[in-house]
């Protein structure tokens, strides 16, 4: 009886212990297939990769979760900013709904109180002469002395869209168009000059670039052939993806422009003294122009500007940047949920495509929470006047205000 006993012990230890090893196998097993399906992965952080053009473009796979959540991009600091809108003025709202070109980099933080400016986008022109220690000073002064802290926005595509890298000052940089990037060395080249403008205008105190081009031109004579990479779909959207999530991560904001794409507009058209048409079926538009900023919105893209192009199959009566059917388009198909501006709004006369209003109201019933423009002066009278009248409701106006107020606290210029 004793030795079955003890027999009967062994026997109940091995298969406790056969048990437990088990069950310690299967919890680990259990544990690498969970951190497999929901720990991000290196792909996540890395350079987004050129497919193959002749495929159309994909659905998110499970790794791309993080970025389609981010989609929603200033959720996390929209209570912040609604308190913040409510202790504001009218008068503040409304200046919070433009941003001004700079004439005289001196006269930026006096010029961005005056108006109650969301920010300035300043020029090369601004800083002809200047020392990188100079504009570094402006670009402080400019923040550090205006009531609501500003946007300090550059226009740095390369080629002869820039900001910085053409003065002496900053002669150690040379970039070129994004065309000549792409052609010279692939995405890998375009990311690695990206990299370098985000730097660069990271350390005078820039934080948003209006860049970069992700319209799809493909031949020579489109306007935008030499500002957009090569017409494909697949790059333009990786170049929209990277730009959201890698530049912006260094601290300098993207701008994905111009929405819905300039497409086969030909570069005769001369942009500043009108509006120009684009003709293509809707659908073909929908399909491939609207891509490259889905794909960026998903990555968590912080702006998207409109065009000025009126796209008549789908808006005969607006141009882009004045059209509510496209605001609606962005919003709802595209899936945006950041910050949506104009391109320059008053280089030409876009009257004939604003209901009778003036172009900035017009802009701002739109769905635009951000107008870039040249004479603040006019266009904050204008808005002022149109939310007095009724013309613009109260609630439009918070609504833009909160989203660019929620933006300054997403990138850090209100803490």
């Known amino acids: 009886m004793k030795k079955f006993i003890i027999i009967s012990a062994v026997l109940l230890l091995l298969a406790g212990g056969a048990f ?105 022109g601004n800083f002809q002469g200047f020392s990188k220690e100079n504009i570094t000073a402006a670009l402080l002064t400019a923040s550090t002395d205006a009531k609501v802290k500003p946007i300090l926005a550059a226009q740095e595509e390369g080629g002869s869209y820039t900001t910085l890298s053409d003065l002496d000052s900053f002669s150690e940089y040379d970039f070129n168009a994004l065309r000549t990037e792409f052609e010279s060395g692939g995405l890998q080249a375009v990311q690695k000059a990206e990299d370098a403008k985000t730097t660069m205008l990271k350390s005078v105190g820039i934080n948003l670039n209006l860049a970069p081009v992700v319209d799809l031109a493909q031949s020579a004579d489109q306007i935008m052939y030499s500002r957009s990479a090569d017409g494909n779909v697949e790059t333009a959207s990786s170049i929209a993806e990277y730009a959201a999530k890698f530049n912006q991560a260094k601290g300098v904001s993207a701008c994905l422009k111009h929405f819905p794409g300039y497409g086969t507009v030909p570069d005769s058209a001369v942009t500043g003294v ?142």
Do not use: W
């Open 20 to 124: 437990g090893y088990s069950l310690y196998r299967y919890m680990d097993v259990t544990n690498v297939l969970n951190s497999k399906n929901t720990a991000p992965t290196e792909a996540a952080t890395q350079a987004p990769a050129k497919t193959d053009s002749s495929e159309a473009p994909k659905a998110p796979t499970q790794n791309d979760t993080a970025a389609v959540a981010s989609s929603d991009v200033f959720a996390a600091a929209s209570e912040k900013a609604a308190a913040y809108t409510a202790n504001l003025s009218a008068e503040e709202m409304a200046g919070q709904l433009l941003l001004g070109i700079c004439a005289d980099a001196s006269t930026a933080a006096s010029e961005i109180n005056r108006c109650h400016l969301a920010g300035m986008l300043f020029e090369s």
């Open 274 to 415: 009108g509006a120009v048409t684009d003709d293509r079926p809707a659908e073909t538009i929908r399909q491939n122009d609207y891509t490259p900023f889905k794909k960026g919105a998903e990555a968590g893209a912080h702006f998207i500007m409109m065009s000025n192009v009126v796209v008549k199959n789908i808006d005969a009566a607006h141009t882009a940047a004045l059209s509510p059917t496209l605001h609606n388009e962005l919003r709802s198909s595209v899936g945006f949920k950041g910050i949506i501006m104009t391109d320059v709004l008053d280089d030409a006369d876009y009257s004939a495509y604003a209901e009778g209003r003036k172009p900035v109201v017009q802009a701002v019933l739109a769905g635009n929470d951000l107008i870039l423009v040249r004479d603040y002066t006019t266009a904050y009278n204008d808005i002022v006047a149109a939310v007095k009248d009724g013309t613009i409701t109260e609630a439009q106006l918070k609504e833009a205000c909160t989203r660019v107020i929620a933006y300054k606290y997403t990138a850090g210029i209100l803490k």
